[in-house]
Nanobody, 125 residues
């Protein structure tokens, strides 16, 4: 089981990037998916999450209106479109997969137990 994140890079403030996360060894359609990030010296934080079918999403307040999470279950791929990037978006971004422990859940509170290796996003002024 592997999640492979890619698409990071060095960009200027205001630019856009699209991250991808390709799964192997598991079918993404059976998992809730999310993006997290960790900046130097900071704890890992939830960025965006998406439900099984991709018709419900959640975004951290810091990225709401700028980032969009999506998924293509047929391609076993998760995406994160990041627009209007800011200096504070600089971090290593991780994709993660998990399953809810109950019928009612919050995407940002799920225990994600399968993680990708991370892709670096650096935003410069």
């Amino acid at each position: 089981v592997q999640l492979q994140a890619s698409g990071g890079g060095v960009v200027q403030a205001g630019d856009s990037l699209r991250l991808s996360c390709v799964a192997s060894g598991l079918s993404l359609s059976g998992y809730l998916m999310a993006w997290f990030r960790q900046a130097p010296g900071k704890e890992r934080e939830f960025v965006s999450g998406i439900n099984f079918r991709g018709d419900s999403t959640d975004h951290a307040d810091s990225v709401k209106g700028r980032f969009t999470i999506s998924r293509d279950n047929a391609k076993n791929t998760l995406y994160l479109r990041m627009n209007n990037l800011k200096l504070e978006d600089t971090a290593v971004y991780y994709c993660a997969a998990g399953r809810p422990s109950s019928v009612f859940y919050e995407l940002r509170s799920i225990k994600y137990n399968t993680w990708g290796q991370g892709t670096q996003v650096t935003v410069s002024s």
